[in-house]
């Protein structure tokens, strides 16, 4: 049997356990764009949110492109959150290679090459890299101004977030623990 047979079977075995409730239309707080790394996935407990009041936008990189705007702009416009929390973390797979490293090796091992993905968005600073990414959520004009988005670096050997402030007149901040 594979992972999703099993994941199948639970599902049958669990649902009725599910609250309906949950079921009803969407009305979270605040949108967290983080990574798909597995070791991030109880962030929203980690900062004692409730699951309803997050609407949790995951992608390899915690990368802020088309689809991440995409989601970002409907989060806020349509379902009416209220804050943008950008959550980079340490020891990120994109940071441990460059894109033209990983096209080439693809190349080879495929015999192809691709037009998508343009770029896979690897980095090797992960607070420069949380800067980049506010700076496209926050660039958008179809996010309103009044919408605070907000940069956050998640050390996943202790749990803890640091704020990763703005860059001003073209130096980097420092980052700071938060609160």
């Known amino acids: 049997m594979s992972i999703i047979d099993d994941a199948l079977t639970a599902n049958a075995r669990l649902a009725g356990e599910y609250d309906a409730r949950l079921g009803g239309i969407p009305h979270p707080k605040i949108a967290v764009l983080t990574c798909a790394d597995p070791r991030l996935t109880g962030i929203v407990r980690l900062m004692g949110l409730d699951d309803?009041?997050?609407?949790?936008?995951?992608?390899?990189?915690?990368?802020?492109?088309?689809?991440?705007?995409?989601?970002?702009?409907?989060?806020?416009?349509v379902l009416g959150t209220r804050e943008i929390m950008i959550i980079n973390h340490n020891e990120c797979g994109l940071s441990t290679f460059s894109g033209d490293e990983l096209a080439a090796r693809l190349t080879d091992e495929t015999g192809s090459a691709p037009i998508a993905p343009a770029t896979?968005?690897?980095?090797?600073?992960?607070?420069?890299?949380?800067?980049?990414?506010?700076?496209?959520?926050?660039?958008?004009?179809?996010i309103d101004a009044d919408i605070p988005v907000r940069g956050f670096v998640f050390d996943v050997h202790t749990g803890r977030l640091t704020e990763v402030l703005p860059a001003r007149s073209g130096t980097p901040a420092p980052a700071r623990a938060a609160a």
């Open 52 to 77: 309803a009041d997050v609407d949790l936008i995951r992608n390899v990189g915690t990368v802020v492109d088309d689809d991440a705007v995409r989601s970002l702009i409907i989060s806020t416009r």
């Open 120 to 142: 896979f968005y690897s980095f090797t600073d992960v607070e420069q890299n949380t800067r980049e990414q506010m700076l496209r959520a926050r660039s958008h004009p179809w």
